[in-house]
């Protein structure tokens, strides 16, 4: 993130001594991107964030079960209402599809999970339901049904489901991308500099940075964290939490949904118009509530396509998506449209929502978080028992 913010206590300039109540120092540490020449932040620890005192490696059950290729090649629909497991939002994860750039997951959690460091990638949770709060080193983000929490590679933090604003009992149901490098605003919508051009569908004022930091103290702390080998469990000495301040271009951020701004032309537009954020060879675009295309002979919903360099997959979040009437797709599907298929509206689609336009019916209130890879997606074994093994007929049957 090129956004400057500061929290908490630090000193005059950096890397100068910076001194606790009791007379010791603090201890300085630095979390930096792409080798001391990208973005980075700097804290302040009470105790030194290098002390461990045990490592014990731990079985990562999801990664363990392997990601076959989508063969014979199909169309998917998965009902995440029908992933019955539930856990905590780290290894309660239900893996859906991935590759060697992203790894795509549902969670529902209903328990807190432990302290949790992810050095393979950034991730980004995005909120389906419920309310939960993230605390992390930097600080604590109250996050909202409709957030994205982007939480930046090597950050300390945990997931405590039912925070402020939480229904009682209401599980948090969360849609998880794991990269395989950074999680970014796309390029385009940045200055030189970085700051987000008024063409951008949505700016530094809808983003939500920690509010800390936490100043924890605790002994022996264990810290789940995942590298290229597997999941670890490390020991501290201290509680890793134990930040008096930091500074920086780093840290989580939540943006919500509802606040992107759609771009919306006479006749239809493509996908990056709804581009979000941008990964390792992928992308995240968020469909968002807006007018209906609006020349008089538009067509105002997805003409058939074939992206042929990617694998597209769709969360249907909210509202009414009328390309896929009839399909079988619902709130709180999955869709998977591969490469080596061609997809687009249900047979008849088009015809109703022309109709709908001619009786006044203008906007459309679907909500979509759309995930488009370029290279394939393999699918894990668990989200078939989600799946629906009819969906891929759906247009056929729609045409007879
Ligand atoms: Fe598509």
Same mark, same amino acid.
């Given at each position: ?160 489901? +039912? %925070? #402020?604003?939480? *229904?009682? !009992? @209401?599980? /948090?149901?969360?849609? &998880?991308?794991?990269?395989? $490098?950074?999680? =970014? ?25 920690? +509010? %800390? #930091?936490?100043? *924890?103290? !605790? @002994?022996? /702390?264990?810290?789940? &964290?995942?590298?290229?080998? $597997?999941?670890? =469990? ?27 701004? #759609? ?15 941008? $990964? ?47 399909? $079988? ?72």
């Amino acid at each position: 993130m090129p956004y400057y913010r500061v929290a908490g206590e630090i000193p005059r300039k950096r890397h100068v001594r910076f001194r606790r109540p009791d007379g010791g120092l603090y201890a300085e540490e630095l979390m930096g991107e792409e080798g001391f020449s990208s973005d980075s932040s700097l804290l302040y620890h009470v105790h030194p964030p290098t002390a461990i005192v045990k490592s014990e490696a731990l079985a990562d059950v999801a990664a363990e079960t392997g990601l076959a290729p989508n063969h014979p090649l199909l169309p998917r629909h998965y009902r995440t209402q029908e992933l019955t497991g539930r856990g905590d939002l780290v290894l309660g994860r239900q893996p859906l599809m991935g590759n060697d750039d992203v790894r795509i997951s549902f969670v529902t959690a209903d328990v807190q999970s432990e302290l949790y460091r992810n050095s393979t990638g950034d991730e980004t949770i995005y909120l389906h339901a419920g309310a939960v709060r993230l605390e992390s080193v930097y600080g604590t983000i109250d996050a909202v049904p409709g957030d994205y929490v982007v939480v930046p590679r090597g950050t300390i933090h945990r997931w405590i489901p +039912a %925070g #402020p604003g939480a *229904a009682a !009992g @209401e599980p /948090v149901q969360a849609l &998880v991308i794991e990269a395989r $490098g950074h999680i =970014r605003p796309p390029r385009r919508y940045l200055s030189q500099t970085g700051q987000f051009l008024e063409h951008a569908p949505y700016c530094e004022r809808d983003l939500r940075g920690v +509010a %800390g #930091p936490l100043l *924890a103290e !605790g @002994e022996d /702390v264990p810290v789940i &964290v995942r590298n290229r080998g $597997g999941l670890t =469990r490390l020991t501290y000495a201290h509680h890793p939490f134990d930040v008096v301040g930091w500074d920086g271009c780093l840290y989580p951020y939540a943006f919500n949904i509802a606040d992107f701004e #759609p771009i919306v032309k006479r006749t239809h537009a493509p996908p990056p118009v709804h581009q979000t954020f941008d $990964g390792p060879n992928f992308v995240i675009c968020s469909f968002c509530p807006r007018p209906l295309d609006f020349d008089p002979e538009s067509v105002p919903i997805p003409y058939n396509h074939h992206n042929v360099d990617s694998d597209e997959m769709m969360f249907y979040v909210a509202g009414d998506y009328s390309a896929r009437q009839g399909s $079988g797709v619902g709130i709180g599907s999955i869709t998977l449209h591969p490469s080596g298929f061609t997809h687009g509206p249900t047979p008849g689609a088009v015809e109703a929502v022309i109709a709908g336009m001619d009786a006044g019916r203008l906007t459309t209130d679907e909500t979509a978080v759309m995930i488009d890879t370029f290279r394939p997606l393999l699918l894990a074994p668990q989200a078939g028992h989600a799946e629906d093994p009819e969906y891929a007929w759906s247009w056929a049957r729609a045409d007879r």
